[in-house]
């Protein structure tokens, strides 16, 4: 499953693509890609979770931290 990208509020720029499926034990995880400008900058990997609800949630907060880091920090 693919949860839209504009639910992790990301700043202007910044896009993610997001897709979790289900294990074979019945929980679920999968990877966020975050891009700048149409270009990947990382991809999260998100560890199993109970719920798909629970897995979109940890990526929404890690992509969020990762972003805030990234805009924070020095390049180059």
Do not use: N
């Not at 202007?12 to 990947?40: C, M, N």
């Not at 979770?49 to 979109?56: H, S, V």
């Amino acid at each position: 499953m693919q949860a839209p990208s504009h639910a992790f509020e990301l700043p202007d720029g910044w896009t993610a693509d997001f897709e979790i499926v289900r294990t074979l034990h019945g929980s679920y995880a999968g990877v966020a890609k975050l891009s700048l400008s149409g270009v990947q900058k990382c991809a999260l990997v998100i560890t199993q979770q109970l719920t798909w609800d629970g897995a979109f949630e940890r990526a929404r907060i890690r992509a969020y931290h990762f972003v805030r880091e990234w805009v924070s920090g020095p390049r180059g």
